[in-house]
């Protein structure tokens, strides 16, 4: 059996397509003390000592940029052109990268969600991984008593909030790059994955794992894994200073 893939950099789209993007009003330049220390605060658990020596024991490397900003194609009026839009990370098996927020506690929200994609199998599909992501992210901003962002919650009956499965499915199919809907009443998930040299058929997986091809539509949007980072380097988070 050959080696999987690689993991794949997976978007975290959370305010794309908003304006301004989420680091625009954000701090820029180096880390500070002052945001190192908030950073402690809210990773204060035995269990957020265990992910953070994770992903120091994996070498997994943390970079916070003022804004990551992706390019992907989109079809409209009959031709395909560029669609920026800015990320608020992304992750693959061996690096996250964060896009800094105006709030500590957003980068912390974020750290969570990414580090649960640098483990996750790289056969996962998105939506799925993406709602694994969300609901761990949700799960423990609730558990830190930290303010809801995304209306993704809801109470059960016992009168306690947890992250809403249903409405993390829903926001993943509107703002994810790629998605469709379903072709029919219960119907398998399907994502948009390339298009052809001369741009005339995109290719379409199935969350099953079929592929097939046909003439772009109205809408139709094509991931591309282009970003552009800034600063280029960014600022490399020191993960022995948030223990």
């Known amino acids: 059996m050959a080696a999987p893939p690689s993991v794949?950099?997976?978007?975290?789209?959370r305010w794309l397509r908003t304006s301004p993007h989420p680091g625009a009003e954000a701090?820029?330049?180096e880390l500070t003390e002052e945001w190192y220390a908030?950073?402690?605060?809210?990773?204060?658990?035995?269990e957020d000592r265990q992910l953070l020596e994770g992903l120091i024991t994996r070498r997994v490397t943390v970079t916070m940029y003022d804004s990551i900003q992706f390019t992907d194609l989109i079809y409209r009026n009959g031709g395909w052109t560029s669609h920026g839009w800015h990320a608020g990370g992304c992750a693959s098996s061996r690096s996250i990268e964060i896009a800094r927020n105006k709030s500590v506690a957003r980068d912390a929200r974020t750290l969570v969600h990414e580090e649960l994609h640098t483990w996750q199998s790289p056969y996962l599909n998105t939506r799925d991984a993406e709602l694994a992501a969300y609901v761990e992210e949700e799960a423990w901003a609730i558990a830190h008593e930290l303010p809801e962002v995304d209306d993704l919650r809801k109470t059960n009956e016992h009168g306690e909030l947890e992250p809403d499965a249903e409405k993390i499915r829903a926001m993943i199919d509107r703002d994810y790059p790629g998605m469709l809907a379903p072709p029919s009443e219960g119907g398998v998930p399907e994502r948009i994955i390339s298009v052809s040299p001369d741009r005339t058929t995109v290719t379409i997986r199935t969350e099953d794992g079929r592929e097939y091809t046909r003439a772009p539509q109205e809408g139709d949007v094509v991931p591309r894994d282009r970003r552009l980072l800034t600063p280029p380097h960014g600022h490399v988070v020191d993960l022995r200073r948030l223990l």
């Open 38 to 46: 908030a950073m402690r605060a809210l990773f204060h658990t035995d």
């Open 8 to 13: 794949p950099l997976l978007e975290y789209p």
């Open 27 to 29: 701090p820029t330049g």
